[in-house]
Every structure is written in structure tokens, then in C-alpha cells.
């Protein structure tokens, strides 16, 4: 167990509709990484919150979007579904800013838009 | 910004042999490198990372160099079990555009019993 927690562990939806993932860092730990992982596709990195505020975006939706609340939980709300959508998204937390030290991963929900 | 190439896509070894996996990074002010394991179906773990103030990393069969010069870094699994097929990816951190950890591809290692 790697102390991230997200919810849920699997989502199925139809297109066009919204959905909200969530992600619980370990404690202690500031900074929240969300990526995105489609079928045998590696790990496409979408946002970062550090504290409460973005630090980095990659090639994210604008369809997509993400908030860091002030107990450091986080979401990822996905809208106006498409089929291309379904993938395993990964939250994944840890302590610094600087990024020199582990980044731990949370177990991954699993969207089907259908 | 920063773009991580990994080589081999895919890896199949005997048991008992080594298995070499190789990445490349652009961003020079990368200073993490941090190796990742994920099984089917399960999350990425962590099995081994390297600062850039070292060359040579080392955990029982597990080892990682890094050049940083030709900013490339590599692992290497020795004495390869059964236990050590999934993928692996490289990582590397990079504050361009904002701090992030940017991923390579994947490598799908198996290992031959």
C-alpha cells in the first residue's frame, strides 16, 4: 500500500457525460501528480498541485480539469466524455516541490466511456 | 519541452541473464531519475532512482547509470527472475513549463523460465 488512495477504482460512463476523480495523497506529502495511462501506452503526465496551487500542465484537455483542496485531495474532472477517454488514470503524490524524491502512486481508477 | 526516449520497447531474456534498458532526456537542468516497475494491472513502484550528482547507483540486482554528459541513463537488472517481467519505465524531472516528472514510453520486459 503505498498511502494514495483514489476513487474510484473503476468507472464505466457513457460518452459526453462528466465525471470526478479522486485522489488522496499520502500524508505529509504537497505535491499531487495526475497522468494518464490508455492501453498499452505509457504514462502521459496531465497536471501537477503543489500546496494547493498548479505547478505544471502537460498535454492536458481543455476538457479536462483538476483542483487541489486545502486538506491537499485532489480531482480530476473529465467532461464532455469521448470513447478515446477510457484509460487508467494515476494520481501520484509526494512530499517536495523539486521533484528529488519518490513520487508514490496511487492503485489507478479505470475509465470505460462507452 | 522535456522528451524521454526509452530503448528497448520491448526485452526478452533468458533466466539468469541481464536485461538492459536505456533512456535518453533533453532537459540538461534534469537532476532526477527515478526507475518505475509496474505489473499488469497494478500501479508503478519505484525500484531504484539516481540524482545527477552520481554516476552508478546499485540495489542487490538492480543497478542504474547515469551520463550526463550525453544525458542518457540506464538500468540494469542482473541474475533476471521470472519475478522481474512487466514494464519498466524511466523518468526524469524536469522544471521546464513547471515541475513535472515526464516519462518514457515503457519497456515490457520478460524473462524466460
Known amino acids: 500500500d503505498s498511502g494514495v488512495t483514489q476513487t474510484p477504482k473503476h468507472l464505466i460512463t457513457a460518452t459526453g457525460q462528466r465525471v470526478t476523480l479522486r485522489c488522496s495523497p499520502r500524508?505529509?506529502?504537497?505535491?499531487v501528480y495526475w497522468y494518464q495511462q490508455s492501453l498499452d501506452q505509457g504514462l502521459q503526465f496531465l497536471i501537477h498541485?503543489?500546496?494547493?496551487?498548479?505547478?505544471a500542465k502537460g498535454n492536458i484537455l481543455e476538457r479536462f480539469s483538476a483542483q487541489q483542496f486545502p486538506d491537499l485531495h485532489s480531482e480530476l474532472n473529465l467532461s464532455s466524455l469521448e470513447l478515446g477517454d477510457s484509460a487508467l488514470y494515476f494520481c501520484a503524490s509526494s512530499v517536495d516541490l523539486e521533484l528529488n524524491t519518490e513520487a508514490f502512486f496511487g492503485q489507478g481508477t479505470r475509465l470505460t466511456v462507452v | 519541452g522535456e522528451n524521454v526516449e526509452q530503448h528497448p520497447s520491448t526485452l526478452s531474456v533468458q533466466e539468469g541473464d541481464s536485461a538492459v534498458i536505456k533512456c535518453t532526456y533533453s532537459?540538461?537542468?534534469?537532476?532526477?531519475f527515478p526507475w518505475y516497475k509496474q505489473e499488469l494491472g497494478k500501479r508503478p513502484q519505484l525500484i531504484i532512482d539516481?540524482?545527477?550528482?552520481?554516476g552508478e547507483k546499485k540495489d542487490q540486482r538492480i543497478a542504474v547509470t547515469l551520463n550526463k554528459t550525453a544525458k542518457h541513463f540506464s538500468l540494469h537488472i542482473t541474475e533476471t527472475q521470472p519475478e522481474d517481467s512487466a514494464v519498466y519505465f524511466c523518468?526524469?524531472?524536469?522544471?521546464?513549463?513547471?515541475?513535472?516528472?515526464?516519462f518514457g514510453a515503457g519497456t515490457i520486459l520478460r524473462v524466460k523460465s
Open positions: 498541485y503543489y500546496n494547493g496551487e498548479e505547478r
Open positions: 523518468a526524469a524531472s524536469t522544471r521546464e513549463y513547471g515541475n513535472k516528472l515526464v
Open positions: 500524508s505529509g506529502d504537497l505535491s
Open positions: 532537459d540538461s537542468a534534469s537532476n532526477y
Open positions: 539516481i540524482r545527477s550528482n552520481v
